[in-house]
């Protein structure tokens, strides 16, 4: 592909000079008409040459610089012409070669197309198949812009055609291109068809003469029901009389406005794909076409309040896979860039943002919602009841106790044996390490300390226990009714540390990661699992506890209490982390590459969005409604309200008061069966 880029200025021209055919030098005249009237000054010019220029010899303009030869004087006039009174830049195509559209980056986008069809061709066919050929190769340059003034000109004047069945043949062709803003200029057979309408060119008998003219088409879609968008006729706006210097009989507008504020019930076909649809039922028309209707989600509600006011009728195709992926690796499209690519789909809707891929290959709408991922995290969990006991002390503090209690029953027995009165009970350590342990359960001794130091000691024990034994009962308690959460992760610092993986969709957020220089990037990338499927990704973030994820906050809270996976996520819940967003993205719909009515939906949503309808319909969804119930109906637990007690949290200490009663009952038959031992 070579595009040639010229800035040309005033040229001057001089016509009295020219060597070519009356009627090729018409065509030059007509164009150079046509590019006064309809191009704008200073704009650029997209130049298509057929496929003879690139290899026939011919005369060479020395007012401008381009690669290929033209094939005949009148190509080379024709781009003098273009430049007689206007500065233009322009861009000359001639080289066949197709370019991948997913690495276009390019913002200078011509406002006009001239495509010069063959004028060795004699047969309609020919003539069609270089036009496809031309608009193929101009669609895979990164200029393409379809919204542009195109001119498709039929150089072939051996006038052995239908000049309106080729012209509708050619608009066929860049219709499928989505090019709706473009006239044919091709020779007309005669102008007889045309005289009713301009009561001209007559002989004085009254019969109408054979004026050698150039007639001007274009079409008009969506003018009713039954024609809508497919190109039923072309229409002729104008003629060019090849007579003198050449007129317009009309003197028409060359590009009229095809914008349309109703579009008479036409079918919209419609690609939905939305997480939280259902099907309600599916019914089958005379064509034996299933028609499926989906739940009133807020995207569906949002696009056929759309399609009301623009007088639509929406048709919802058959849900697919992949519906948000765009290419294959073998390099095919799919998802709902390949339906609207291939011309199955005329709008897409369901959690589509913009990606750099697919707004080169589509058209988007503007924005109607804002959608803001976060960093999603394994929730703490819940501490076991059984571990509630050794949670009351540190470790360090539990080793306290112990040691305490150790050194206690070896001073007993030290202040017992050296009072000759004291018990005997005290002076063994069997019974000292008893009478210790007594004191801290809160229970009575076998004996009284007879001597005062004793008895100060196990005063000082005593408190010490009770101490001990309060602190432990009330913290005991408040830990089997609210056992407490693990620590949580509640920065990404923390995410880095915890050793997870990174679960989220390479093609949305994997961009947002790309500084090599950066660690914490490096380091998530190097970590990252590709989740197509964003449930089965939160799932096992909230579940399993393997991975973080990113996700939008109210899709988290809608799978979790109101959707069909909620069973699924019951008791398992991603924790968001409260920190500046991963990325804020536009909900936004998409629509085919120059689609006609792309200015009509951005002005319905503009006025949506300012109305606060949009929000309104998020708020009355079906989605929203069990949404909210949920929400209202859900208990949640907060640490300082009210708990009512039930056997759930009480079980664990009755099963401690019955472990407890039960050693009671061992060392009292222990102690009964000793006594027995040595009476």
């Not at 197509?532 to 906050?553: E, F, G, H, Q």
């Not at 792309?598 to 949009?614: A, F, K, Q, T, W």
Request: charged share 20%; with cysteine; net charge positive.
């Amino acid at each position: 592909m070579y595009m040639i880029l010229l800035t040309l200025t005033c040229v001057t021209v001089a016509r009295a000079d020219v060597s070519t055919d009356v009627q090729e030098w018409h065509i030059v005249r007509c164009l150079r008409s046509i590019s006064q009237r309809s191009f704008s000054t200073g704009e650029t010019l997209a130049m298509s040459l057929h496929e003879e220029a690139l290899h026939a010899s011919g005369r060479r303009s020395e007012n401008f610089t381009h690669l290929g030869r033209v094939s005949s004087d009148v190509v080379g006039y024709i781009f003098e012409e273009m430049h007689q009174s206007e500065s233009r830049n322009v861009v000359i195509s001639n080289i066949f070669t197709d370019v991948d559209p997913t690495e276009w980056n390019s913002n200078h986008k011509p406002q006009s197309y001239l495509l010069l069809t063959p004028s060795s061709c004699n047969h309609e066919s020919d003539i069609v198949q270089s036009v496809k050929s031309q608009l193929k190769r101009l669609n895979s340059y990164p200029e393409w812009n379809p919204r542009a003034r195109f001119v498709v000109t039929v150089m072939n004047i051996s006038f052995k055609y239908n000049a309106e069945k080729l012209s509708q043949r050619i608009l066929v062709e860049l219709w499928k291109r989505k090019i709706l803003n473009a006239i044919v200029l091709t020779p007309l057979t005669n102008t007889s068809q045309s005289q009713v309408a301009t009561g001209t060119r007559r002989r004085p008998d009254g019969l109408v003469m054979e004026v050698p003219a150039l007639g001007i088409y274009t079409w008009f879609p969506y003018q009713g029901p039954n024609r809508c968008s497919v190109v039923g006729e072309a229409v002729l706006l104008d003629m060019w009389i090849m007579e003198g210097e050449g007129n317009f009989v009309r003197n028409s507008i060359f590009f009229p406005k095809k914008s349309y504020d109703t579009f008479h019930g036409c079918e919209l076909r419609v690609a939905a794909k939305v997480t939280d649809f259902r099907l309600e039922n599916t019914t089958q028309n005379s064509a034996n076409n299933t028609e499926h209707i989906f739940d009133e989600h807020f995207e569906i509600k949002f696009l056929k309040l759309i399609s009301r006011t623009m007088n639509f009728t929406p048709i919802f195709l058959p849900q697919i896979k992949n519906f948000r992926k765009v290419q294959e690796e073998s390099g095919k499209y799919i998802g709902y860039t390949g339906l609207l690519m291939n011309d199955k789909a005329d709008i897409a809707v369901g959690g589509i943002i913009r990606t750099v891929i697919s707004t080169n290959l589509t058209d988007v709408t503007r924005s109607y919602w804002k959608v803001r991922w976060q960093w999603f995290v394994p929730c703490p969990v819940k501490f076991p009841g059984w571990q509630s006991i050794f949670r009351i002390f540190s470790l360090s503090g539990w080793l306290c106790i112990f040691l305490a209690a150790m050194l206690a029953h070896i001073v007993i027995v030290f202040l017992a044996r050296f009072q000759i009165q004291e018990n005997e009970s005290f002076k063994r350590f069997v019974d000292a390490v008893l009478d210790v342990w007594a004191l801290i359960l809160g229970v009575s001794i076998l004996s009284l300390p007879r001597t005062n130091p004793l008895r100060l000691f196990l005063s000082a024990w005593m408190c010490y226990s009770l101490a001990i034994n309060t602190v432990f009962q009330a913290y005991l308690t408040t830990y089997l009714v609210d056992p407490g959460f693990e620590k949580s992760i509640t920065s990404i610092e923390g995410v880095f540390t915890s050793g997870t993986k990174y679960g989220f969709s390479s093609t949305y957020f994997d961009r947002n990661f790309k500084d090599k220089a950066n660690s914490k990037d490096v380091e998530i990338l190097g970590n990252r699992i590709d989740c197509d499927d964003m449930v089965t990704c939160l799932l096992w973030t909230a579940k399993y506890r393997n991975i973080s994820s990113i996700s939008n906050p109210v899709f988290v809270e809608y799978l979790y209490y109101g959707s069909k996976y909620s069973d699924k996520f019951r008791g398992y819940r991603p924790c968001e982390l409260k920190e500046m967003p991963v990325l804020v993205t536009d909900l936004l719909m998409a629509v085919q590459k120059g689609s006609i009515f792309l200015d009509r939906v951005n002005e319905i949503i503009y006025r949506l969005v300012e109305s606060g309808i949009s929000t309104y319909l998020v708020k009355i969804s079906s989605e929203g409604r069990k949404y909210l119930n949920a929400i209202s109906s859900a208990s949640k637990t907060v640490a300082d309200e009210y708990h009512a007690l039930t056997m759930n949290n009480m079980q664990p200490a009755f099963y401690l008061l019955f472990l407890g009663h039960c050693l009671g009952l061992i060392s009292f038959l222990m102690e009964m069966l000793f006594f027995k031992m040595h009476l």
